[in-house]
């Protein structure tokens, strides 16, 4: 079974503070993903990654950085969090197929709050 | 106006009901169609996956792709109580895009008993 693997399923952060969410696949992917979903906007991308030290942004990466050392492990980093980044993120992962993304395999989601 | 649009629900339905689940979409270069289905606290998970135009039936789903409308249908036919959840239409171009897909909003479907 596929399996990714997001760190820590709930956070509750204060404005201000620096936050990581780690999020780990073992099916030796080459792109990964970071995706944030709110209720009317769906999923929008924010980050991705499609080898180790790239990256790529995504939609909406103002307030967000990555980074990616090794092949099965991709960062999502909050320099300052702030409200407005309180969300669902789902990191996901796939083979790179002709053309572009295969399927997506994604974690449970890291539900965070910023207060 | 977005890329993709999609009906947020919710659809309720009785159980054993047909149901149709809909996607428009404004890219004429989208080649290739999804639907991922995602449970309540859950990452979503890819139920469908079509090329081009056409029909794609699996088990009680059928995935329908209208490109001259652009627009796409998942199908469910004798719905389950077991089939309450979102459904998200996820699509992409042949090339390029940076690998991307674009995802609708999703339809938040109850089947109930």
């Known amino acids: 079974d596929v399996k990714v693997t997001q760190s820590s399923r709930y956070l509750v952060k204060r404005t201000g503070e620096k936050v990581f969410l780690e999020c780990v696949q073992d099916m030796d992917h080459e792109n990964m993903f970071w995706y944030r979903q709110d209720p009317g906007l769906g999923l929008r991308l924010i980050y991705f990654?499609?080898?180790?030290?790239?990256?790529e942004k995504g939609d909406i990466p103002e307030g967000y950085s990555v980074s990616r050392e090794k092949k099965e492990r991709f960062s999502l980093i909050l320099e300052s969090a702030s409200t407005n980044q309180t969300s669902m993120y789902l990191c996901a992962s796939s083979f790179w197929v002709r053309g572009g993304t295969g399927e997506l395999f994604f974690g449970e989601g890291s539900r965070l709050t910023v207060l | 106006q977005k890329e993709v649009e999609q009906d947020p629900g919710p659809l309720s339905v009785p159980e054993g009901a047909i149901v149709s689940l809909n996607c428009t979409y404004s890219?004429?270069?989208?080649?290739?169609f999804m639907w991922y289905r995602q449970y309540s606290r859950k990452g979503p998970e890819l139920l469908m996956y079509t090329y081009s135009s056409g029909n794609k039936e699996d088990g009680r789903f059928t995935a329908q792709v209208d490109k001259s409308s652009k627009y796409i249908s998942l199908f469910i036919r004798d719905s389950q109580p077991s089939d309450s959840a979102t459904y998200l239409c996820a699509m992409r171009a042949l090339t390029g895009g940076g690998n991307k897909l674009t995802f609708g909003t999703g339809t938040q479907l109850k089947v109930e008993l």
């Open positions: 890219n004429s270069a989208f080649q290739y």
């Open positions: 990654s499609y080898d180790v030290k790239m990256k």
